[in-house]
């Protein structure tokens, strides 16, 4: 079965920097749409960044210009990139692929970000 898995998330302090990683297994992050939602305590999930097959990709405006989203094709991942990192980025952070016409998660990191 596909899976998806995140590493990387820990606790930072305002104004740092921490990098996502999600290896995916039996789906090619290159071929895929590809993304990253986060999620905090008593709010809806919502998307953060994606990177399509071509390489476009879209940011949330609350993370524009902080945030990278990429990819490294030869090692199957996908990368989130975060600097200058807010309180307000603290959640749950998911991996997202969309496969045809299929729909997969990963388990999610959690991101701490203290004041």
């Known amino acids: 079965q596909v899976q998806l898995v995140e590493s990387g998330g820990g606790l930072v302090q305002a104004g740092g920097s921490l990098r996502l990683s999600c290896a995916a297994s039996?789906?090619?992050?290159?071929?895929?749409?590809m993304g990253w939602f986060r999620q905090a305590p008593g709010k809806q999930r919502e998307l953060v960044a994606r990177?399509?097959?071509?390489?476009?990709?879209v940011y949330a405006d609350s993370v524009k210009g902080r945030f990278t989203i990429s990819r490294d094709n030869a090692k199957n991942t996908v990368y989130l990139q975060m600097n200058s990192l807010k309180p307000e980025d603290t959640a749950v952070y998911f991996c997202?692929?969309?496969?045809?016409?299929?729909?997969?998660w990963g388990q999610g990191t959690q991101v701490t970000v203290s004041s």
């Open positions: 997202n692929s969309v496969k045809f016409t299929s729909v997969y």
């Open positions: 039996r789906l090619s992050v290159s071929l895929n749409l």
């Open positions: 990177i399509t097959s071509g390489g476009s990709t």
